[in-house]
């Protein structure tokens, strides 16, 4: 864009203006690299040029061509940074309709949402939706902003923005799609990178309130077209960043998570078949949100069955139906096997196992059904544990994941569904695999650790389990086969010195710093040892252990 350009946009001659913005606007579509706009001030002088067409009413028909002009321009952090345009902010909030003295929308398209002539409704005016296109556009600039530049969105707080939105939000005014689409996108973005706003809308303003019951309501719908999805995954991921501030009464906590529990048990009813990605992004973020719902609640993902009750999806197990549950498993299941494939990241896997981790530990009949589904009864036990494709596999090989987090997830889930039992884990995994676990729990012996789980056993051995049970080796957990003991044809003196040779390495290794020996405490941890022969001492004293456990 040359100076002669720059003074027909000065010109308020709306021809000229409109011909420069619309090929200026179709060039640059997709640009983002702004430095040669860095030259002669050019970036400010347009932004300067458009903000006059803007505050201009008489000019208000290139009003949507100008903001599609400032979105493109408001790309440029670098600009925004050097540049104070909080007046230019103001200018956009006021056609966003987010300021005190603008109205909601336009009056002539207030249609009450309980009415039920809402879906017969007239069809706004083309000034109405002209009206609503710039209302859009402006959100649109907005949205750049605040994402873009720190004193852009801490002029947006200061104008309490968030109010506005909640205040349209919560209103009895039928809100289009589009602008409900920005309005949760610009919620969502400020309440992301300011803390602050976050309290507010939990605490002062009710927000997370006002969106589950918002949610609830888009629930009654029959049919989503993409846009109305797309809604609830911006509003789903702004509730996120709001109850992540968890700063009220535990009453008040209690209360709000029950409803919201609920209106997500009816989410994962509506879309837990994932068909496309907008769906599976509703999944996604309504396990983000159950992260931080109070365990207490999350039997609201469970409903008692009753037959005459139609439900969209149904899965029965002990008089209720988990279907909710099904869909946090098949969630799991895609997202780790897309984690082996290298497609997914364990920043995905962690929030779904964390909310298993919190069901099983909450609810019997939630356990129970988890565990049906994570540890069924053992059949073929052929292969490692590690091996194959069912959750049970990808669950121990998780347990060599790097990410600690993921991998004391794991555990912990497992240890739940095993009802703390050590023995249980060894033969659905192995002593190997579960070493670290044991080692934290101070287990490394074995011994049952005290719990509050009944004592009724979970555990029906099939047969296929107890043909092969004694040829299953307990430290890979898989059936091994039978092989000739290696010291069968050797002397008695023959075994000593293969046992004194060893001892000796065991021994040079440890004074070397290589290794350090350690016996099993009294605590069930390991203890260092200071010579190589305490060893035996320990061994001795472990399997007198076994053996009194056994006995009982």
Known sequence: MDRDQLEYLRSKD??????????????????FDFEKFHLDNLWLNLWQAIFKILNNEALEKLHVLSLNTIRILSR?????????????????????????????????????????????ATRPESSDEIEIHRIVEALKCLCNLVFQSADCRRRCVRQNVADHIIR??????????????????????????????????????NGLTYMTENLNEKLHSKEFNEEELDVMVELLKAMYNVISYTEKSPS????????????VRELLFRFGA?????????????????????SSCLSELMVKWDSEIGTIRVTIF?????????????????????????????????????????????????????????????????????????????????????????????YELLFLCCKKNPRRMVKHFGYGNMAGLFCKKGMLDCRRVETDFSTDSEDSDTEEYKKNQHAIN?????????????MQNMSEEEKEYHAIQLVNVIDKLHRGGLIKPC??????????????????????????????????
């Open 274 to 294: 994932m068909r496309g990605e907008r769906e599976r992004a509703i999944v996604s973020n309504c396990i983000n949100l159950l992260v931080y719902v109070s």
């Open 76 to 120: 440029d952090r670098l600009s925004l940074q050097r540049h104070n345009i909080d007046r230019d902010v103001d200018c956009l909030l006021k056609l966003a309709r987010l300021t005190s003295s603008t109205s909601l929308i336009p009056e002539t398209n207030c249609v009450d949402k309980n009415s039920a002539d809402v879906a017969a």
């Open 168 to 205: 349209r939000m919560s209103s009895t005014v039928h809100i289009p799609c589009a602008l409900e689409l920005f309005d949760t996108k610009l919620l969502f973005l400020i309440t992301a990178l300011e803390s602050s706003v976050r309290s507010r809308v939990m605490i002062e303003l």
């Open 14 to 31: 709306p021809q000229k203006i409109c011909e420069i913005l619309e090929r200026f606007n179709k060039k640059n579509a997709n640009l």
């Open 318 to 410: 002990d008089k209720h139906n988990v279907y909710a549950l099904d869909v946090l498993l098949n969630f799991f299941h895609l997202v780790v096997e897309e984690l082996e494939n290298g497609v997914a990241h364990t920043d995905v896997i962690s929030p779904v196992l964390t909310v298993l981790v919190k069901c099983v530990a909450s609810n019997r009949i939630m356990r129970h059904y988890v565990r049906s589904v994570v540890l069924p009864p053992l059949k073929d036990v052929s292969q490692l544990p590690e091996v194959g494709t069912e959750l049970r596999n990808y669950l121990c090989r998780l347990q060599g994941n790097a990410d600690n987090v993921v991998r004391d997830l794991t």
């Open 519 to 552: 016996n099993i405490g009294d605590d069930g941890k390991l203890q260092p040892v200071d010579h190589i022969l305490e060893l035996q001492t320990g061994l001795i004293k472990n399997v007198d252990s076994h053996n009194i456990q056994n006995d009982n």
């Open 252 to 263: 008040e906590n209690e209360i709000q998570n029950l409803h919201l529990t609920g209106v």
């Open 474 to 486: 307990p430290v890979t957990g898989s059936f091994i086969t039978p092989q000739a003991n290696p």
